[in-house]
């Protein structure tokens, strides 16, 4: 670090000036001139009195424009200018400016300096705000704005905070709800840079206004203050850590590549943070409950935030607000219906249940759309409270089901949400419950009357996730270790949701229906055949209910296999899940295909023999693809009554006939837990292991053909 330079001082260049704490200070004159303008060469005649002797005289009469707390400073300030003593010369100044900016304030500091006209501390306490986190609302907080709001105004107007990318004066006092900073802040003065109506909507690096600081921190005075003054209540902004848009999902934009998007309104920012007294501001301000950027992935409205969040006080605001908020959809469709006719524009498209609309439609015909390149589309929804958004197309209920937010569901319950709905899977609220093992949330649903036999569009019920929530699928495919304790902690919340939707349908009277039904679209298995393609302690606890439940262990499903022969085939013959089935009185497989099947998984080091009928127990420790992933790898199969291989006789008959229509889904399912609530990923490309590749070839050229015959495809799981 530079330090100042040593000089010899005589009489004549000393400055003499009185600090706070009474002891004299000492200045060169000819530094001062170097470091100020007040100082210099082309100062007027009357500072020819500072040359030498005494300047506190001199010093009362400049400091009269300056607030109290910058006053006391100056002296201080001077001595650090002037650097007389060898201690100050020889402190690196970084570090002398930080300690002097804690010392009385860096509002303060700053204001002295600008007098003066010093050009080190201004950058240096420009610098110092911008690089230490809380710095400058640790300044507001302790400003006494009676006496020294001068400081202030001086801090506004001559850019303290303008190397602040996130944070600028009026979002630090919005912060800590400093009323009486923003009263100052915002006043109407002459000529300055910032006037009050650019204040109040001020953007940061990310787009937030101070109004978006108020909900994340739930500073109601300011927020009250920012609304009184006309604040956009609609302006979205990114956070930090939002992602950012491909090449590929900006296609009609190509410049937001790179940016992250807009789509976080104050209100959903004060969902997210259960900000409740911001909230409800913003709604008495009327501010769109349904809020929701249109064409961004994603993008979700305040009450799926608040579900997300589990935040069960604002998220009763909001549900009141949407219930009140939903019109009759027939006549709303047809007014918008006639408008976008009228006006040549684009018709609504449908999401899930819910028509949704761009707000952007409602401008007058002869506006065009796309107009404002940098204005936002809104999505409309007739029933803001069942509004369907996000990857999934889910409802706020299916969210808080999913994060087991049982005090938003039973909220969103009471508002008369609608627990049949379901997302562009076809799974209701209870199906994401069950999925990711959500006792209390499952508690609620059921207790209010959630039907619990709608099929989803793979044709489960929620009786078919039972085993869904999980780890990796053996302790050595684990990408991590865990413990045995840790094992048991995150099984131990979904062991009771399935506890308690078994004894829902068993009081219910629907257990033995539910126990049978075949999900169509996902192999024609049972709940229990679900439960024996996992081998985690989730899927052996769920394989001893069904089974203490009188669940059939001998029912076949669309591929004539039984849970036992399911479970062989995705784990091995010595599988935890396995030997519970033959514990709860499955019987040994005889089926030559499954044996083979079996088989397929055992690596070897030349290709097994189609007419071996022994049956291999293989893990996924010894597929390195489930190693990769960390989960269930289920290998291709290939339809009919034995595997083919490549050149094997009948190969291309099948193929033919593959082409005609076959059913069979030709792409299995890989589970990992802990995701996040965007739950469900595009399905899965799975392999058979490496050993296998001619079966692999075959397969996928069966898979192939499949798509291009023409043939009705399934729905195909994408977990």
Request: net charge negative.
């Amino acid at each position: 670090m530079a330090t100042a330079p040593s000089i010899q001082l005589d009489e004549a260049d000393t400055v003499r000036v009185t600090a706070a704490d009474g002891r004299k200070v000492l200045a060169s004159r000819k530094l001062l001139a170097a470091r100020t303008s007040f100082f210099s060469q082309g100062a007027t005649d009357e500072l020819e009195s500072f040359g030498g002797g005494d300047a506190d005289a001199e010093l009362a009469e400049l400091t009269k424009v300056l607030a109290p707390g910058a006053s006391a400073v100056l002296a201080e300030l001077l001595e650090m200018l002037g650097a007389v003593s060898e201690t100050q010369q020889q402190l690196p100044r970084a570090e002398a400016w930080a300690a002097l900016f804690l010392k009385w304030g860096v509002l303060h500091v700053f204001a002295a300096a600008h007098l003066l006209g010093a050009t080190e501390p201004l950058v240096a306490a420009r610098c110092w705000v911008a690089e230490k986190d809380g710095c400058l609302e640790a300044a507001i907080s302790s400003l006494n704005t009676e006496v020294d709001g001068g400081s202030l105004r001086i801090a506004l107007d001559f850019g303290l905070d303008q190397k602040c990318g996130q944070k600028s004066l009026i979002h630090a006092a919005a912060a800590c709800d400093a009323a009486a900073v923003v009263r100052i802040l915002l006043e109407k003065r002459g000529d300055v840079l910032l006037d009050a109506e650019t204040l109040v909507d001020l953007q940061n690096s990310c787009g937030q206004s101070p109004l978006h600081t108020c909900a994340i921190n739930d500073s109601v005075e300011v927020a009250a203050i920012l609304i009184g003054a006309s604040a956009n209540l609609e302006v979205p902004c990114s956070l930090e850590g939002d992602d950012i848009p491909c090449e590929a999902d900006t296609e009609a934009d190509p410049d937001a590549v790179g940016k992250p998007v807009r789509k976080w309104t104050p209100l959903h920012l004060a969902a997210t943070h259960d900000s409740v007294g911001v909230a409800e501001l913003l709604l008495g301000a009327r501010a769109n409950v349904a809020a929701c950027v249109s064409g961004v992935q994603g993008s979700h409205t305040p009450l799926h935030e608040a579900a997300e969040a589990n935040s069960t006080n604002v998220a009763r605001l909001l549900a009141v607000a949407a219930a009140a908020a939903a019109v009759d959809s027939d006549a709303a469709a047809a007014t918008m219906l006639m408008r976008l006719v009228g006006g040549g524009e684009r018709t609504p498209t449908p999401c899930g249940g819910g028509l949704v609309l761009p707000l952007a439609m409602e401008v007058a015909a002869e506006t065009p759309i796309d107009e404002d390149p940098d204005s936002v589309r809104w999505s409309r929804f007739l029933d803001p409270l069942n509004a369907k958004c996000g990857r999934n197309c889910a409802t706020a209920l299916h969210i808080a089901a999913e994060n087991d937010a049982a005090g938003v569901v039973g909220v969103l319950l009471n508002a008369k949400a609608d627990p049949s709905l379901t997302d562009d899977q076809g799974d209701t609220p209870l199906h994401c419950a069950m999925l990711y093992g959500a006792p209390s949330a499952l508690n609620i649903l059921l207790a209010q009357g959630a039907p619990t036999m709608i099929e989803n569009s793979y044709g489960e019920l929620a009786l078919h996730h039972l085993a869904e929530f999980g780890l990796c699928e053996d302790g050595a495919s684990s990408p991590v270790a865990v413990s045995e304790a840790m094992t048991r902690r995150h099984f131990l919340r979904s062991d009771k949701a399935r506890e308690v939707l078994l004894a829902a349908l068993r009081e219910s009277g629907e257990l033995a229906v539910a126990l049978d039904h075949k999900a169509a679209a996902s192999g024609g298995g049972t709940p229990l055949h679900a439960a024996a393609r996992h081998n985690h302690p989730g899927a052996v606890h769920a394989v001893r209910l069904l089974a203490e439940a009188r669940a059939n262990t001998e029912s076949r499903d669309a591929e004539d296999r039984t849970p036992l022969a399911l479970a062989i085939r995705h784990h091995g013959a010595g599988s935890k899940v396995a030997a519970t089935l033959r514990e709860m009185g499955a019987k040994e497989c005889t089926d030559a295909r499954t044996e083979m099947s079996a088989c397929s998984l055992q690596p070897t080091s030349e290709q097994p023999s189609m007419a071996s009928g022994s049956a291999c127990a293989a893990g996924p420790e010894e597929d390195p693809l489930a190693q990769a992933l960390g989960g269930l790898v289920r290998p291709l199969r290939l339809p009919g009554p034995s595997l083919l291989v490549d050149g094997a006789p009948g190969a291309e008959e099948a193929m033919e006939d593959q082409g005609q229509g076959s059913d069979e889904r030709p792409v299995g399912q890989t589970m990992i837990a802990g995701e996040s609530s965007d739950r469900k990923v595009e399905g899965t490309m799975e392999c058979e292991p490496e050993e296998q590749n001619d079966q692999k070839v075959v397969a996928m050229e069966l898979c192939g053909s499949e798509q291009s015959g023409g043939s009705p495809e399934l729905p195909v799981r994408a977990e």
